[in-house]
């Protein structure tokens, strides 16, 4: 069965400033997909960043890109410039594709990152 | 462009009471729904899926159970709710028969079961 391991449960980072979310994943599958989602105080999960395996290129969405290292099983998350709206819980989701019958999402744990003015 | 509603949006009820839980997506038609629970600091699990209405499976046995009675229209319900079913409940769509798309999730319901 596939996992999804976020190791840091809160971070914490300066406006403006870098700051990188880590996870790892265990599976066998070599085509799959990964996800960052995005959880505010509203509590509403929005999609931040999608990857697929088989693409060697690093997703990247404005100011989010990821570090995908396949042979590793990890997915770390980088935010440039944070904001004080990037304050959220962070999921690390991996998709394994299911024929066209369904996408099982598995989540990790999540990392609370806090922006600070 | 394609919404998703859930109601109630916070919703407090004693154990052993009956529940009810609406998703409804707009904009798309033949959408993959989704039924999801995240306890308090977890993660989301995975509890019901469709693909069709009718066509419904679970994941996990539990105290709760799904329907899908119209195309866009998901529904979780309970006969009996336990403390255990206390949690925040996440409805989710996605694009029928793209194995590859992504889920897009509704704004929850907080269940307080006391």
């Known amino acids: 069965a596939q996992t999804v391991t976020q190791s840091q449960p809160e971070m914490s980072v300066q406006e403006a400033e870098t700051v990188t979310l880590s996870c790892t994943y265990d599976?066998?599958?070599?085509?799959?997909?990964l996800f960052w989602y995005k959880q505010p105080p509203s509590r509403q999960m929005i999609l931040v960043i999608r990857q697929e395996a088989y693409k060697q290129q690093n997703a990247t969405e404005n100011r989010f890109s990821v570090n995908f290292q396949k042979a590793a099983k990890s997915f770390s998350l980088k935010i440039s410039d944070s904001q004080l709206g990037d304050t959220a819980m962070y999921f690390c989701a991996f998709m394994k594709p299911d024929g066209g019958a369904t996408n099982k999402l598995i989540f990790g744990t999540g990392t609370l990152l806090a922006v600070q003015p | 462009s394609q919404t998703i509603h859930q109601w109630p949006a916070t919703l407090v009820q004693p154990v052993g009471s009956p529940l009810s839980l609406e998703c409804t997506v707009e904009?798309?038609?033949?959408?993959?729904l989704y039924w999801y629970r995240q306890a308090a600091g977890r993660g989301l699990q995975l509890l019901f899926y469709?693909?069709?209405?009718?066509?419904i499976s679970s994941e996990v046995p539990q105290n709760l159970s799904a329907s899908r009675p119209q195309d866009r229209q998901f529904i979780l319900s309970s006969k009996k709710l336990l403390l255990s079913d206390s949690g925040f409940y996440l409805c989710?769509?996605?694009?029928?028969?793209?194995?590859?798309?992504?889920?897009?999730f509704g704004p929850g319901t907080r269940l307080t079961v006391l």
């Open positions: 989710a769509w996605s694009f029928r028969g793209r194995s590859t798309d992504t889920q897009y």
């Open positions: 469709s693909i069709g209405i009718d066509q």
């Open positions: 599976t066998s599958e070599n085509n799959y997909y």
């Open positions: 904009g798309t038609s033949n959408p993959n």
